[in-house]
């Protein structure tokens, strides 16, 4: 089995920060892409940044210059520092990994349970 955990949620006024943690536990034996996806209310999950194995990383446009993503490979570990944020960045953000399991190796996405982030004044 495999699990990712986050942690970091919050209410936060407009132009704070937050920093999220994901940690993947379990049977694994490599994680290659890790991101962070997020779903508002009435709108559809979307992409916010990923981080691949080698360090590439891409972000969603309305994102760029205030989110960073970075990951500790020895921890199976995806962080999202936010920065400035902003109200429409209010939404529960998820964690995703493209992970190899130990028993089974064949590359496959697992989820987080989510973490609310709240930005209002």
């Known amino acids: 089995q495999v699990q990712l955990v986050e942690s970091g949620g919050g209410l936060v006024q407009p132009g704070g920060s937050l920093r999220l943690s994901c940690v993947a536990s379990g049977s694994i034996f490599s994680i290659r892409a890790m991101g962070w996806y997020r779903q508002a209310p009435g709108k559809q999950r979307e992409l916010v940044a990923g981080?691949?194995?080698?360090?590439?990383?891409n972000y969603a446009d309305s994102v760029k210059g205030r989110f960073t993503i970075s990951r500790d490979n020895a921890r199976n570990t995806v962080y999202l520092q936010m920065n400035s944020l902003k109200p429409e960045d209010t939404a529960v953000y998820y964690c995703s990994a493209e992970i190899i399991r130990l028993d089974v190796r064949v590359s496959s996405n697992y989820w987080g349970q989510g973490a609310q982030v709240t930005v209002s004044s």
């Open positions: 981080i691949f194995s080698g360090g590439n990383t």
